[in-house]
């Protein structure tokens, strides 16, 4: 019994020496691997993480640079920046955004206006990191808001630079505005390899100056390396790479002169455009009315929108390259160079004006605006007159194609290629656009009502400047621009902008002498803009315009009075001045004004004094009811 109790007893040694030795192993293979794992850490893999651990410390930080400034010709500013705080939330980083909010109104007035805001920029800029809930903080918010800081993980308070448009509603269709990046600018910055240049930027230009020259006024994004805590705050900067400053703007732009212009139109919606003929700068672009840039910034609130988007004026429409209209009578200048150049007319060919014009076998009268006619008109007449029955038979003899051919030469339907974008080209007509367009042929009575800018002709407010500067310049074709020249952020220097001179017109030079002493004598007694033009200090060349808006019937006289007011005559207006070494030229509409001698001469009339003279208009210029202007 006992030999078998000791066998027992040495069964059970074994096996424990057993398991030691066992646990023994496993340990020292533990403390193998442990101790070649440090190794593999500390010194085989050491370079790898000790960056990543200094990566953990230090954090790369884009510094915006400042956005270029745009100014007049004079130095005015048409657009800077201010330096303002902004509350921000970070909303990836909250779990419940909106008791968040409530508990930040307790501290900071957050309106309902700021939440839609907010609300609105979430949907549309889902991809950034932080967003503005409250803009251009006080200097007691944001003390309010730093001693509560720890109450608010992702929420912070961050200097900005905002955009400013001094102006205000004057020259915003020039300007533009800057808004925020949303998903698809990104996607095109990114397209177009930018979206590095645009690390923390919330901003970039969206219509105007702003868009066609955001590559310009953006500027170079700089870096900050900076050591950060545990809770991810900036402790100190270890180094920096300066941003570089936008360029700024120098516009060819007479901001005095812009507004008086706005002014000039008082209650009337409309545009003009006024450009220097000899560099094709442009002096004055008013598209009335306008609009607040400063609203479109951070994202402008619904009411402001709907206010803007849903009003019958259409504010919003940059008229004076967007929109579209008969050019009446201003095209007859332009007819009848055609009609010299090519040998279809001479300086003293007459046609009779029985008050109308009729096309051989048919019984339709096409009517002169003058109810009895004019008698015997010649050229010169024709246009200080504004004889329609002469330009119906002068459009019928020299056909819709050549006209389309000729006219095109003054870059009417086509684009004038203006620094900014969305600009439209109008139309010019001929029998191949009529059949591309509607699959119909051409008929000789709508050659006859494009004779005198009616019909399917089609001009925006600055082809009538440009082809007026032309006329104005002897036919040279200089390219319209607003910016001049531009700053360099980094240096200061002033660099000016070269535009080459398109290929001048083919024209004579004494069909265009013809011309323009017909347009000098359109503002003398007898003419269409006499009324206007009288007592000017200098002389001028002009033709006055009506495009007709509402359809007539076979017979039916046009009443203004009885009219409503959107379905009456568009007045319309081109000038150039002084005659004798032009410095300025104009083209110009009043939306539904009526009479171009009566509505529209007036208003250029002030834009010329003011220009030429530097008067300032103290009232506006009685305006004609004189018949004999209907034009």
Excluded at 270 to 286: M, N, Q
């Amino acid at each position: 019994m006992a030999g078998t109790a000791f066998s027992e007893q040495q069964v059970q040694l074994n096996l424990f020496r057993l398991r030691l030795w066992f646990c023994g192993v496993v340990v020292v293979v533990a403390l193998s691997l442990l101790a070649a794992r440090f190794y593999i850490l500390q010194v085989v893999q050491h370079d790898h993480y000790n960056t990543l651990a200094e990566n953990n410390r230090m954090s790369i930080v884009p510094v915006v640079p400042n956005r270029g400034v745009i100014l007049d010709r004079s130095g005015l500013v048409l657009a800077n920046n201010f330096s303002a705080y902004t509350l921000e939330i970070t909303p990836n980083k909250i779990a419940d955004l909106s008791a968040t909010l409530d508990q930040l109104a307790t501290l900071i007035s957050i309106t309902p206006r700021d939440r839609k805001r907010f609300n609105k920029l979430r949907e549309e800029s889902h991809r950034l990191d932080s967003l503005p809930i409250k803009n251009r903080l006080t200097e007691e918010e944001v003390a309010r808001f730093a001693a509560n800081r720890f109450r608010f993980p992702g929420v912070d308070i961050n200097a900005r630079l905002f955009r400013n448009y001094p102006q205000g509603l004057s020259a915003s269709h020039v300007i533009g505005y800057i808004g925020r990046i949303n998903d698809k600018d990104l996607e095109a910055l990114e397209a177009e390899g930018k979206l590095s240049n645009y690390r923390g930027s919330d901003h970039l230009g969206k219509i105007g100056i702003e868009e066609s020259y955001e590559d310009e006024l953006h500027g170079q994004t700089g870096f900050e390396q900076v050591e950060i805590d545990a809770g991810g705050r900036a402790v100190r900067s270890l180094s920096r790479e300066e941003p570089v400053a936008g360029n700024n703007l120098i516009l060819g732009l007479d901001l005095k002169l812009q507004q008086i212009t706005e002014k000039a139109f008082g209650k009337y919606r409309g545009a003009l455009v006024a450009i220097d003929p000899k560099s094709g700068e442009i002096l004055a672009f008013v598209s009335q009315p306008g609009f607040d840039p400063n609203l479109f910034v951070d994202g402008i609130d619904q009411a402001s929108w709907d206010e803007y988007s849903s009003s019958p004026e259409k504010p919003l429409n940059n008229r004076a390259i967007r929109g579209v209209y008969p050019p009446g009578s201003t095209i007859k200048p332009f007819m009848a160079l055609a009609g010299l150049h090519y040998g279809i007319r001479t300086p003293t060919t007459s046609i009779f004006d029985p008050g109308y014009y009729s096309l051989s076998g048919s019984s339709h009268r096409y009517r002169c605006w003058r109810s009895g006619g004019h008698g015997s008109v010649a050229l010169k007449k024709s246009i200080v007159i504004s004889c329609d029955t002469y330009y119906y038979g002068l459009a019928h003899e020299l056909g819709i194609d050549r006209m389309h051919d000729f006219l095109g030469k003054f870059g009417f339907g086509q684009k004038t290629g203006i620094d900014v974008k969305d600009e439209v080209a109008g139309n010019l007509p001929s029998r191949a656009w009529k059949n591309k367009r509607f699959k119909q042929v051409w008929y000789p009575g709508e050659t006859v009502i494009s004779g005198i800018g009616q019909g399917y002709t089609l001009v925006t407010p600055l082809q009538l400047a440009h082809a007026t500067a032309m006329i104005a310049n002897n036919g040279m074709d200089i390219p319209p621009h607003f910016v001049k020249a531009k700053q360099d952020g980094r240096t200061g220097e002033i660099k000016p902008i070269v535009y080459p001179n398109r290929k001048p017109a083919n024209f004579k030079l004494e069909d265009l002498v013809l011309v323009q002493d017909a347009m000098v004598a359109v503002t003398q007694p007898g003419g269409t803009a006499a009324r206007a033009a009288a007592g000017a200090e200098y002389s001028f060349g002009a033709k006055t315009g009506t495009a007709q808006v509402k359809s007539m019937k076979q017979g039916e006289r046009y009443d203004e009075k009885t009219v409503e007011e959107r379905y009456r005559d568009h007045a319309l207006f081109i000038a150039y001045a002084p005659a004798h070494d032009p410095r300025i030229a104009l083209g110009m509409i009043v939306e539904n004004g009526g009479h171009g001698g009566s509505t529209a001469a007036p208003i250029a009339r002030q834009v010329l004094d003011y220009y030429l003279l530097g008067k300032i208009p103290a009232v506006p210029i009685p305006q004609s009811e004189d018949s004999e202007e209907h034009d």
